[in-house]
């Protein structure tokens, strides 16, 4: 997963050669392209980045199902006027969604762009989102970078934060004096090492040692060795990584509990792991398991495909049609003027699948609870425990 970490140098690096494709591309949409050219009284229309193709290609259609129903619940109109969704694959790959954000601009003429699954896709968009003064609703953790537009809203809290909530949560409630990371060796990763870390520190432990594996190791064995016995292990891993990751996590010889970031157990990847996953622990906010009215009418309205798997990647595609509805709602002809637009959206309250969900207005992302769970197996069936949300200053 490609998220970049707005302090790193792999973030400028990417956004020194992507942005200058950018340039390139925007400069062929000519004057009177900016905001989207919807009228008024016409369908309002949504272009939407996901992953389709590419490591990160097997979120892409769940996601689409997602907000596809989310709209459908609302008959995809409101007030009468009609909202269009336009899909394009940004295929895991910041260039491929430069050239495809750019042919939602000018060809297919979208009020706003849902972008993106992928944290280099996002910050790749972003900046000609900006230019062309175009809302960029996010569906699902992303950079702290996306912070510098006022165009962007996500919904949902930065990578590092959820990560910074649970290395303080380790080192208060859970009792952890001494810590081992160990993450993808790229953006993603970095970030939410560094996020664990000053939550663990500020809560009086110790981080003794940190690995990082590339993206796509295959055995892990020669960096779990490395990790001693500290008194608790903090992974930061997604889709296939993740898989692997806690597979091999015993077989190396570590007796230190397991924690990480959410997608290290998300829905998604459970199955796939298998026993090895009974007991890991994660900091996130979103489980399937959450009991409350819009995760109910979440699952409830996607229990119908057989093939749903609830995840935070869904859940955070349902909650921004929630988002997209009441802005749109709000803004009325607004839509139109992709300023107004997204401060409207910047400005919504709703109910999301993990609760309460509203922006900060400085930064654009996602004021959302932080919830601590452990995988059990009830019935055959792997499954999140959850044992309550923690607080930022536990």
Known sequence: MRIVCSHSVVRHA??????????????????????????DSGPVRIGVLLPYTGPFGLYGKPMEAALRA???ADGNKVDGRPVELVFED????????????????????????????????????????????????????????????????VAAPTAAHDAE??????????????????????AYGKEVAEGFTAGFESGGGQVVKQVFAPLGTQDFGSYLTQLGNPDVVFAGF????????????????????????????????????????VGVGAGFYYSSQ?????????????SENPKF???????????????????????????????????AIR??????????????QETGYAVAPTYYYEVTSKGGKLRHDIKGEISPSS
């Open 238 to 277: 997604a889709g296939a990584d993740a898989i692997g990751l806690v597979k091999q996590y015993r077989k190396f010889g570590v007796k230190s509990p397991l924690i990480g970031h959410g997608p290290l157990v998300t829905e998604l990847v459970l199955n796939a792991i298998g026993p090895a996953a």
């Open 70 to 72: 989310r709209m459908a």
């Open 290 to 302: 959450l009991d409350n009215p819009e995760n109910k009418k979440f699952i409830g309205a996607m």
């Open 347 to 360: 400005e919504t309250e709703i109910e999301a699948p993990w609760g309460p969900l509203r922006f900060d």
């Open 90 to 153: 940004e295929a895991t790959d910041p260039k491929v969604a430069v050239s495809k954000a750019t042919k939602l601009l000018d060809q297919e003429d979208v009020n706003a762009v849902v972008c993106c699954a992928t944290g280099g896709a996002t910050l790749a968009v972003a900046p000609i989102l900006s230019e062309r003064k175009v809302p960029q609703p996010g569906p699902i953790p992303n950079p702290a970078g996306l912070s510098e537009y006022d165009t962007a809203a």
């Open 165 to 186: 909530v649970l290395g303080r949560h380790a080192a208060g409630e859970l009792g952890h004096k001494q810590a081992a990371i160990i993450a993808s060796d790229f």
């Open 14 to 39: 990417l956004l020194a050669a992507v942005v200058a494709l950018a340039l390139s591309l925007t400069a062929c949409g000519g004057e009177g392209s900016e905001g989207g050219g919807a009228d």
């Open 309 to 343: 798997i609830p995840s935070h990647f869904t859940a955070g595609a349902w909650a921004t049609g929630s988002v997209l509805l009441d802005a749109i709602q709000r803004a009325g002809a607004d839509t139109s003027d992709g300023e107004a637009f997204a401060k």
